[in-house]
């Protein structure tokens, strides 16, 4: 399984250093906003949104907006899963204000070094960057009022240490509020074996009643997964995502991959 973090790591910092996609010569986790040809990251964010200049959300590669969903309040502390350049971070720190703090956590160095950069071309104190795995969070136990997390969770490979470490840094009623790729019924084999389809969010994807069972596994309540955008795969854009299909075999997923917002809390 470590090749499959490898892989995903070397995407990650060819993307962010190439401004390419992590998906090879594929767009689906192209980096650009509102660009209507790259259908999972399309119109994500509005522009110029939390006042953060527009360049700053060309170099984000999630899949949802977490932070638009999630509540957050001024004085709270907050932890992005795998920051990338640190989009939601910085929407993030805008919410929690001054005396509020968000960490963001991300494997990559490249990834780290735009994010840092951007920190200080934006002026953001109330943010610090961390370099490690979600699977072995780097910060002590009930500190964490919510974790944020966008397009990160399908691409470990344990999902249900990530799982377990946001809950363990959570504080007593701490809420886990993430966006990720997610699949209504299983894809065929051939997919979860392309390391291209796993660093490009697809192969790694949880079922959704498999991610319920596993966040309900390891302690958290109040679960509720919501489809926000859902993929037509029979659709020109959207043959780059899974390019190893039939035509005949994206017509029977159609449907299978989706984003959606997952929601649950510690228990107080
Ligand atoms: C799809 S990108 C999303 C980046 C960011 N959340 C955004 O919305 O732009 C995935 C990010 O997660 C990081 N990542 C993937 N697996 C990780 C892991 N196991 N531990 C820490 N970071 C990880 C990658 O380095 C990359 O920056």
Do not use: H
């Not at 109330?126 to 910060?139: A, C, H, M, R, S």
């Amino acid at each position: 399984m470590d090749n499959i973090k490898d892989f995903v790591q070397k995407k990650y910092g060819e993307a962010i250093s190439q401004k390419t996609s992590c998906c090879g010569d594929s767009d689906c986790c192209g980096n650009s906003l509102n660009n209507n040809a790259d259908i999972i990251k399309a119109n994500l964010y509005s522009s110029k949104e939390g006042g953060l200049p527009e360049e700053i959300f060309k170099a984000s590669f999630g899949c949802g907006n977490p932070t638009a969903l999630a509540e957050l309040n001024p004085g709270e502390t907050v932890l992005d899963l795998g920051s990338g350049s640190g989009v939601d971070v910085f929407l993030s720190a805008k919410r929690v204000g001054p005396n509020g703090k968000v960490y963001g956590l991300d494997m990559t160095d490249e990834m780290l070094k735009v994010a840092k950069e951007n920190q200080q071309k934006l002026g953001i104190d109330n943010v610090e960057f961390l370099k490690g795995y979600i699977e072995d969070t780097p910060l002590s136990d009930n500190i964490i009022d919510a974790i944020i997390s966008n397009c990160v969770v399908n691409l470990s490979t344990d999902k249900k240490k990530v799982l377990q470490e946001a809950f363990r840094v959570l504080k007593s009623g701490g809420r886990f509020a993430i966006s990720d790729i997610v699949l209504t019924k299983p894809l065929p084999a051939k997919i979860s074996q392309d390391l291209l389809a796993w660093s490009g969010c697809i192969a790694g994807a949880l079922q959704i009643n498999d991610y319920q069972s596993l966040l309900q596994e390891v302690g958290f309540e109040n679960i509720s997964i919501q489809i926000t955008r859902d993929y037509d795969l029979t659709s020109e854009t959207s043959k780059s995502i899974l390019p190893n299909l039939t035509d005949s075999e994206r017509a029977d997923y159609n449907g299978a991959i989706v984003s959606a917002f997952i929601r649950a809390t510690k228990p107080e």
